[in-house]
């Protein structure tokens, strides 16, 4: 489990990440989103330790990272695609690193053959596509087999079958009881592979929430609906003030599915169709983040 | 979950990890010198000067090789041999941060005093090997060459057996340390190469007031404990062995805690 209390961080006058507290839960894949800049990276970089958070301060597993006695038993991170000699080989680079926790030899050929780097194992990681390169940082990360995963973009540069390894990956890594912090750009990954989704912007949380209350949260509330009698239904819609508009069916707003679903069995009409509207995670983050983008593109003139 | 007892640390699917102990931070490190290429290449071209030394200074020696003669040849590959090897380690360890691999040292060592101490015995101890191999370079190849003629042992070739490890153990350690101070290869180099090349012909010169302070700079003292065992050796202004050496270790051990305290306190990796 991560968690963060009232993290800052300043870089002279710019306040990166500005009093963030959330907390990551074991058994859940939870999505870390936000526009260039937000803040991401800094967060978990000071989550594992590697910059020193300006106030506030990040445990893992109930304690500071640097608290631990086998940190890679604790937490796996995956913060950057090439942070690795490009010099050493594969095998001797995760040797190294899992020596330095006392970890054995044979889980280096495990996390080798776990993350599909086996064959290149022995090649020296200069000559790595930037997938392969993805895949040795997670292996790394995986090496102490740890109750805790960090892992910043880890579907860049990865090909179909990559990303979907990553998204299979980090779901059984969390139906394992693992708690999976994911940072991600690409939103329709995230959508198919959180639980949870935290959103960052301008260095301050915009939303900590399930994946399926954000998306709800950030619809417009609109719930399509057919009945055996429309008109009726209609007409007990708008006595309990509910917005209402005919689209072939119904459509209703400030109702939920299951109050509407009320209203017409009182009423003695019978619903044929509901769908609610709900907002794709993509739209629900442009929505949340349209203020917060620190680098933003101005739409062409007249184009559509 | 993570468990933790005294045989260590267990992960999820029981994977154990002992922990991120010095001891098992040296062997990490001595994995990382072992395993690039650019380690080997480097020794290669130490002996290969060892034995180039050896070889030209061989043919001016008609009569016995002796053990002076011998630890003069040894002497003399040292003068370059200790800046080589010092701005070797040097360069290798401020490529923690070029290229990116102190994030990945970092996540699993987060302790930065500890991996700090780690680096530095693995590199001490690697530098060791290469004083020794320099030596059993020129012995070896000055008996090859002059056969019944040589004489390898004596306290001149004995005490260097001692003196060479430890000092290039010390120095090494010292380069370490300066590397993680300045995060820069070039920086870390400029400096040792200042050091050791440049405030002596300033302190010649230009101030003169600086001879006084030159014996007791790093290389100095290096030179200072290596001649211990060469006849005449004794010059005066020079601190003694004993002194040089406890001197060496206090710019190791000084330049170690400044590097370790400032790489605690800036973000890093």
Known sequence: MIEVANLSKSYGSVRAVDDVSFTVRPGVVTGFLGPNGAGKSTTMRMIMGLDRPTAGHALIAGRPIAAHRAPLAVAGAHLDARSFTPGRSARAHLRAVAASNGISRRRVDEVLELTGIASVSRKRPQGFSLGMSQRLGLATALLGDPSTLLLDEPVNGLDVDGVRWIRELARSLAAEGRAVLLSSHLMSEVEQTADHVIVIGRGRILADKPLSDFTCASSDGVVEVSSTDDTRLAQVLAAAGAPVAPIGGIAVGGLTSAEISDLAASAGVLLTRVHEASRSLEDAYLELTRDEVQYQSTPKEGAR | ?269
């Open chain 2, 1 to 269: 979950m993570t468990t933790t007892g005294t045989t260590g640390t267990a992960g999820i699917a029981g994977t154990k990890a002992r922990g991120a102990t010095v001891g098992a931070v040296v062997r990490s490190e001595l994995i990382k010198i072992r395993s690039l290429r650019s380690t080997w290449i480097g020794l290669l071209a130490l002996l290969g000067i060892a034995t180039l030394v050896t070889t030209l200074s061989s043919s001016k020696v008609s009569g016995v090789a002796t053990p002076g003669v011998l630890a003069d040849w040894i002497l003399t590959v040292f003068q370059v041999a200790l800046f080589l090897v010092t701005a070797f380690f040097a360069v290798q360890t401020a490529g923690e941060w070029s290229t990116g691999l102190s994030r990945t040292t970092f996540t699993a060592i987060p302790a930065r005093g500890r991996w700090l101490a780690g680096r530095i015995v693995a590199c001490a101890l690697a530098g060791a090997v290469a004083a020794l191999a320099v030596i059993g370079t020129v012995v070896g190849l000055g008996v090859a060459v002059h056969g019944a003629g040589a004489e390898p042992l004596g306290p001149e070739t004995v005490g260097l057996l001692w003196q060479a490890p430890l000092v290039f153990g010390l120095l090494s350690g010292f380069a370490v340390a300066v590397a993680v101070l300045v995060h820069n290869a070039w920086l870390a180099v400029g400096t040792l190469f200042t050091l050791q090349f440049v405030i002596g012909v300033v302190a010649a010169t230009l101030f003169t007031w600086l001879l006084q302070v030159v014996p007791y700079l790093p290389y100095d003292l290096a030179q200072t404990v290596l001649h211990d065992s060469q006849a005449g050796a004794e010059v005066a202004g020079t601190p003694s062995p004993g002194l040089a050496v406890a001197l060496l270790a206090g710019w190791l051990l000084g330049t170690a805690l400044v590097a370790a305290v400032a790489s605690r306190r800036r973000d890093g990796a």
